[in-house]
C-alpha cells in the first residue's frame, strides 16, 4: 500500500514538472508573439492616422480590417496568457476569505470609466440582508467577475444599464450580472463555454474576442465548487448567474 | 528639450519608437542591451527612461535596479513597455519603483508617446 502511495507521489511530481514545462513554453511564446503583434499594431496605426502618407478610402478599408483582425490575435494572446495562467496556478489555488461584496464594489468602481465611456451604467445592487464570506482565490473571481461584466458591457447597446445584484441562498452566494443587449440565440446556447467559441451575433457587434472569457470563467468557477449558468433572449438580453459555496478553507483542496 | 533614453532590444520596434519621439521633439538616445544601458544611464540630463524588461545580458530588471541605485538616475521617471504582463513582473517592477508598467502589444504608439507627455509634463 505505501509503495503504491510512493509510486502515486512520484508520478504526481512528474506530472506537475511535465505541466510546468508546458506553461512556460506558452509562456515564452505568447510573449515572443506579442513582439511582432505589436510591431504590426503599430505600423498599420500609422497608416491609418495618415502618418505615412494619404491613403485611399479602399486602403484604409482593407488596412482597418487588418488592423482589427491584428487586434484579435492580441486579445486571443492575452487571454492565452490568462488562461495558462489559471491552470497553472490551479494547482495551488490561493484559498482566503474574501468579503464579495466588498470584491464586487471594487471591480464595479474600477469599470466606472469604461462604463461612462460607453455610456452604460454599470449598477450594483448590495444584498439587503449579510453575505457571509467565503473562501476562494479572489484574484480568480476577480477575473471572473471583469468577464461578466466585460461581455455584459461589450454585448449591450448605447444608453444601456448592466445590474449586478447578490444574495446568500442557503450555503451558497448567487450574483446575477444581467445586461439588455444582444442576447444569445437558441442555437448557440449550448456551445457558450465552449474553449474559443463565439457567437454569431457577438462577432459582428464585436471582432475582437478570442472565446476564451467563459470558458475560464467555467473553469475557475468550477475549481470553487461553484455554478455558473445564464437566461438568455435574443435581442432582450442575457442574465449569468454564479453560485458560489460558502466553504470552510479545508474543504476546498 | 526633453531627454529620453529608449532601452530596447528589438531594432524594429526600437526605431519605430525612436522615430515617433525624436518628431514629438524630444532628444533621444538608445541602448539594445542591458549592459548598454547600465552605460547609458551614466549620461547627464536624462528626463525619462524607457524600459523593456527581456533584454540581452542584463535584463530589464537589473537595469532598473542599477537605476534606482544611480546617483544621477535615481529620481528619473521610468516607464516599464514590455511584453511581460504577469502579476510577479509588474509587482517585481513595481518593488524596484518603475513609474508605470504598460504592455506594448496593448498600446498604439501614439498611445505611449501621450503617456510620455504625461509623465514630463
Known sequence: MSEELEKLKIENEELKKQNSVKSDL??????????????LK??????????????????????????????????????????????????????????LVKLVEEITFEFSGESSKKHIELIFLRPDADVLEISCDREMIRVVFQNLIENAMKYSNDGDKVILSMQQRNDNVEISVRDTGIGITDDEKSKIFEKFFRADNAKEKDPVGSGLGLFTSKNIVEHHKGKIWFDSNEKSGTTFYLSLPILKASDTI | MSKILVV??????????????????????????????????????????????????????????????????????????????????????????????????????????????????
Open chain 2, 8 to 121: 530596447e532590444d528589438d531594432s524594429f520596434l526600437q526605431g519605430l519608437e525612436v522615430g515617433k519621439l525624436k518628431k514629438e521633439g524630444y532628444d533621444v538616445i538608445t541602448a539594445s542591451t542591458g549592459k548598454e544601458a547600465l552605460e547609458k544611464i551614466k549620461e547627464d540630463g536624462i528626463d525619462l527612461i524607457l524600459l523593456d524588461l527581456v533584454l540581452p545580458n542584463f535584463d530589464g530588471f537589473e537595469v532598473l535596479k542599477e537605476i534606482r541605485e544611480n546617483e544621477k538616475t535615481k529620481k528619473t521617471p521610468v516607464l516599464v513597455f514590455s511584453n511581460l504582463s504577469e502579476e510577479k513582473d509588474i509587482k517585481k517592477a513595481e518593488d524596484l519603483k518603475a513609474n508605470d508598467f504598460m504592455v506594448k502589444s496593448n498600446f498604439t504608439i501614439d498611445e505611449l508617446a501621450q503617456k510620455i507627455k504625461a509623465i514630463l509634463g
Open chain 1, 42 to 99: 503599430w505600423i498599420l496605426k500609422m497608416f491609418l492616422d495618415k502618418d505615412i502618407g494619404p491613403i485611399t478610402n479602399e486602403q484604409e478599408s482593407f488596412i482597418n480590417k487588418a488592423y482589427i483582425s491584428n487586434e484579435r490575435m492580441i486579445a486571443l494572446v492575452n487571454d492565452m496568457l490568462t488562461l495558462n495562467h489559471a491552470e497553472e496556478i490551479a494547482l495551488s489555488f490561493k484559498f482566503e476569505k474574501v468579503d
Open chain 1, 26 to 39: 506558452i509562456s515564452i511564446s505568447a510573449h515572443q508573439l506579442r513582439t511582432s503583434l505589436s510591431a
